[in-house]
C-alpha cells in the first residue's frame, strides 16, 4: 500500500438514495499524528492590508470568509478535508508525476482546501479560488512534522449540492473534470484523462514542449503529466480501482452509511493500518433540495473501524469543538521549522480513543461489547439525523450543541 494514500469519493444522483449528494474521504497519514476537528466562524476582514499566515507562507486577505468545520493535522493551517456552511465540501489528495515536487515552502495542498472552503459557496468558485491561488503562490512545502520532509503534488475532490469537481495538479498546471451524475473517486494518482472540463491555459503546450505529448492524438492528462497507463487504471489492484469497484457495487443504492462502510473496508486497502494508517474520517450528506441542511460526520480519531462518525451541522452561534481541538504551544514556529521538539497534540477524545483501544486490543470479550455499543450509539444517532432530513424539522437549539454533546455521550460511554 502507498504511504499517504489518501480516499476521497462523491456519489450523486441517480447512483444515490433520496436525491442526496454523499461526500466521503478518509485521511492516510502518519501513525502517530493528531487530526482534530475544530469550526471557524464567518469573518469579516475590515483591514485588508494584514496579511493572512497560512502554514507557511502569507498571502492576501479577502474582505469575508465563510464558516468552515475542518478536519486537518493538529500542528498546520489547513486541512486534509472539511466543509463550509454552504454546503460545498473539499479533501485532497498526494500525486506525483513527471513534473518535479517543489522544495520551496508555498502553500501546501491543505491550506488550498480550507482557503476554497473559506472563500467560495459553491464547488466551482472553491476551484477558482485554489487554482488563482495556485497561480499566484505556489504549492510546495513538507507536509509531516518534525524532521522527516514529504513535499506532493495535489489533487481535489469539490462537492457541493449541485455538482462536483476533481480537480488535479503538476506544479502549476491543472485539469479539472465536471461530475454531475453517478460515482467518481479520487486516490494518489492522476486520474483525469480526456474528459477535461477546465485546463490551465498553458497545460497543453507545455506538455508537447516537454516531449510527453505529440500534439496529435487526443489529449489525456493522466498519461501526460504521469507514468500512468491509463487504459489499465480501472483493472489494475490499487486503492483508486478497489475504491472504484465498491462504489458501483452500491451504485443506485448509495446512503451516507454506504460511504462510512466504504471507509471502513480494510480488505481493499481504503482503510489503512501500519506505519501509515487512516488517521481521521469523514461523510457529509448533501441534499439537492435547498431547504434541507447538510449534515457533516467526523471520526476525528483513527481507524473509522473502531471510531464513531459524529454529526455537525451549520447554525448560527455553533459552540466550539473543544474535546476534539489540540493543544496550542508557543513554540509553534520551532516545530515548523524541523525542531526535535515534537509536542503532545493529542485532544481529548484522541486520548479517550487511545485508552479504549489498550482495551480492545488486550480483552476480545470487552472489546465486542465496547464495540457493539459503540455501533449501537452510532445507529441511534444515525436514526436522528435521518429523522431532520425526511421531517424537514431543525431544532437549532438542540443543532447548536450538537456535535460537542455527542462527543461528551460517546465518552461517557
Known amino acids: 500500500m502507498e504511504p499517504f494514500s489518501c480516499d476521497t469519493f462523491v456519489a450523486l444522483p441517480p447512483a444515490t438514495v433520496d436525491n442526496r449528494i454523499i461526500f466521503g474521504k478518509n485521511s492516510d497519514r502518519l501513525y502517530d499524528e493528531v487530526q482534530e476537528v475544530v469550526y471557524f466562524p464567518a469573518v469579516v476582514h475590515d483591514n485588508l492590508g494584514e496579511r493572512l499566515k497560512c502554514t507557511y507562507i502569507e498571502i492576501d486577505h479577502v474582505p469575508e470568509t465563510y464558516a468552515v468545520v475542518l478536519s486537518r493535522p493538529a500542528w498546520l493551517w489547513g486541512a486534509e478535508m472539511g466543509a463550509n456552511e454552504h454546503g460545498v465540501c473539499i479533501g485532497n489528495e498526494a500525486v506525483w508525476g513527471r513534473e518535479e515536487v517543489c522544495d520551496e515552502e508555498a502553500l501546501l495542498g491543505m491550506d488550498l482546501v480550507r482557503l476554497g472552503l473559506e472563500r467560495a459557496d459553491t464547488a466551482e468558485k472553491a476551484l477558482n479560488v485554489i487554482v488563482d491561488l495556485l497561480e499566484k503562490y505556489g504549492q510546495g512545502g513538507n507536509c509531516t512534522e518534525g524532521r522527516m520532509v514529504f513535499s506532493y503534488h495535489n489533487s481535489f475532490l469539490i462537492a457541493d449540492r449541485n455538482e462536483a469537481w476533481i480537480l488535479e495538479t503538476a506544479g502549476k498546471y491543472w485539469a479539472a473534470e465536471k461530475v454531475q451524475e453517478g460515482v467518481r473517486n479520487i486516490s494518489n494518482q492522476l486520474s483525469i484523462t480526456t474528459k477535461i472540463a477546465r485546463e490551465h491555459p498553458d497545460m497543453r503546450n507545455y506538455a508537447k514542449r516537454k516531449g510527453w505529448w505529440d500534439g496529435k492524438k487526443e489529449f489525456d492528462f493522466a498519461a501526460a503529466y504521469s507514468y500512468l497507463d491509463t487504459a489499465k487504471m480501472m483493472t489494475s489492484s490499487g486503492r483508486y480501482c478497489e475504491g472504484y469497484k465498491l462504489l458501483n457495487k452500491h451504485k443506485g443504492n448509495i446512503t451516507f452509511e454506504t460511504m462510512m462502510e ?25 441534499p439537492q433540495d435547498s431547504s434541507l441542511p447538510c449534515i457533516h460526520f467526523f471520526t476525528g480519531t483513527p481507524d473509522p ?109
Open 262 to 286: 466504504i471507509l471502513r473496508d480494510k480488505p481493499s486497502g481504503i482503510n489503512m493500518e501500519g506505519e501509515f494508517l487512516t488517521t481521521a474520517s469523514m461523510v457529509s450528506i448533501l
Open 305 to 413: 473501524e473502531r471510531s464513531v462518525f459524529k454529526p455537525f451541522i451549520f447554525v448560527p452561534h455553533i459552540s466550539q469543538l473543544l474535546d476534539t481541538s489540540s493543544p496550542t504551544f508557543e513554540l509553534e514556529d520551532l516545530v515548523k521549522k524541523k525542531s526535535h521538539f515534537k509536542p503532545d497534540r493529542r485532544h481529548p477524545l484522541y486520548q479517550k480513543h487511545q485508552q479504549a483501544l489498550e482495551v480492545v486490543n488486550n480483552n476480545e470479550e470487552k472489546a465486542k461489547i465496547m464495540l457493539d455499543n459503540m455501533r449501537k450509539l452510532e445507529k441511534e444517532l444515525f436514526r436522528e439525523m435521518e429523522s431532520i432530513l425526511q421531517n424537514k424539522h431543525l431544532d437549532v437549539e438542540k443543532i447548536v450543541n450538537l456535535f460537542p454533546q455527542f462527543l461528551s455521550d460517546h465518552m461517557v460511554s
